[in-house]
């Protein structure tokens, strides 16, 4: 009996920094999308007989770093300025012979205070030419396995698919990227329409909502400045000082420690821009750890971390049980940040997980199995998520309702009330 497929696709992309080696000899983005691919294959079992709904998870591409040029770093960052931010949108692809992009946009570095910048066409945290190939291969990834393999998503792209992005540039960036792999031109019927949903900053879900909750902000603040923390990072004590020593700045309040630094060093070094002093590859996956440490670990070795979880990643988790019960598109896409996955899987998954690195994804499948019962697989870069201990479900099949049971205690009933406690 062949299964019959009726699911619906969410996608989360994320961003902040990657890991893993530089784009000479490596690409990151087809090695992650190739797992994803494969993984589907030996597990869409004819047992179950209905694919109802899939949801996708994925932080966007590789970017330039986030925070401004560490002083004396002389790093050019020439990575950015293709047209692909706007293939999607505007009907065009850069590859295309008969169709271009009627517009393009790209970061000017000149002028009178050209001199507190970097070299380049990038801004702070733009999206790169990487980063776009990334998310535009995992696109194509998508389609291979589900317009291709299991038949599931249209040939042709349907409008009415639920597209979702945080108000930061390099995330609408991706998704566009993402979409453009998935359905490219030729899969487009000419004047459809594809919305991007975007939440003001103020009120934005897939990002901690420390600004919009008192108390959220209270409580990252002590974490900042608790001993729980600080234990975090004592073991990488040795690595920060090679850190400050290789970027010259011990002397620079802001710029000499793992935190401040390690953006711009893992940014650096996925581009294939090179390590600075006596740096190493080793040293930049390690550093991983203490430079996430008060993202990751606000969600886990904080004795404040339930609460935590209610109040950063509640309201995105009220949005996602919707989806699952809804399912009213078979696709919808999330485009948001490494810190979006992880406060996600921070809920559900081991807390062991690694940090997410640039293009990384979760695909949240929903089956009906032939007694009817809804189950849940979850995929992080293509391996089944190892479930939370607390959660008494296996991710290769993880009843729909002992899931949603376990994350409404993560979602408080009243947002207002919780946040100004």
């Known amino acids: 009996m062949h299964a019959r497929w009726t699911f619906l696709l969410e996608v989360l992309i994320a961003a902040n920094v990657a890991t893993g080696s530089p784009i000479q000899g490596h690409d990151q983005g087809a090695t992650n999308t190739n797992i994803i691919g494969g993984s589907h294959s030996a597990t869409t079992t004819p047992f179950w007989q209905q694919y109802n709904y899939c949801q996708g998870k ?12 560490v002083p004396g770093d002389t790093t050019q960052w020439y990575q950015c300025g293709d047209p692909d931010e706007v293939v999607f949108m505007n009907k065009g692809n850069k590859i295309s012979d008969n169709r271009s992009p009627f517009m393009k946009e790209m970061a000017t570095i000149d002028g009178a205070f050209a001199y507190t910048m970097w070299q380049g066409n990038c801004d702070l945290g733009e999206l790169t030419t990487f980063g776009s190939e990334q998310l535009q291969k995992l696109g194509k990834t998508l389609r291979s396995t589900y317009v291709d393999d299991l038949g599931f998503l249209p040939k042709k792209m349907d409008p009415g698919f639920k597209i979702s992005h945080t108000y930061i540039w390099r995330t609408r960036e991706s998704v566009e990227n993402l979409m453009n792999g998935l359905y490219p031109l030729h899969t487009r019927i000419p004047g459809d329409i594809l919305t991007m949903h975007v939440k003001p900053s103020g009120i934005e879900t897939m990002i901690s909502p420390s600004s919009a909750c008192p108390k959220l902000a209270e409580l990252t603040t002590a974490y900042y400045s608790s001993s729980a923390y600080k234990a975090t990072l004592a073991p990488y004590t040795a690595l920060q000082d090679k850190l400050v020593k290789a970027y010259n700045t011990t002397g620079l309040a802001g710029y000499n420690t793992t935190a401040a630094l390690y953006d711009s060093a893992s940014a650096t070094y996925c581009h294939g821009l090179g390590l600075k002093g006596n740096l190493t590859s080793e040293d930049i996956q390690t550093a991983v750890v203490p430079g996430t ?37 078979k696709l919808e896409v999330y485009s948001a940040h490494d810190a979006s996955l992880d406060m996600f899987l921070s809920v559900v998954a081991d807390p062991d997980l690694p940090w997410p690195p640039f293009g990384s994804n979760v695909i949240i499948e929903l089956w009906q199995k032939t007694n009817g019962q809804q189950v849940v697989r979850m995929f992080y870069e293509g391996m089944v998520v190892p479930a939370h201990p607390d959660l008494a479900c296996d991710f290769s099949a993880c009843p729909l309702d002992t899931l949603a049971t376990f994350v409404k205690k993560y979602i408080p009933t009243d947002f207002k009330a919780e946040c100004t406690a």
Request: charged share 20%.
């Open 58 to 69: 994925h932080r966007h591409g590789g970017r330039s770093p986030a925070s401004s040029p």
């Open 293 to 329: 440490s008060a993202y990751h670990n606000l969600f886990r070795q904080n004795p404040s971390a339930e609460q935590v979880k209610r109040l950063s990643v509640g309201a995105w988790l009220a949005d996602i049980l919707t989806s699952l019960s809804d399912r009213s598109t």
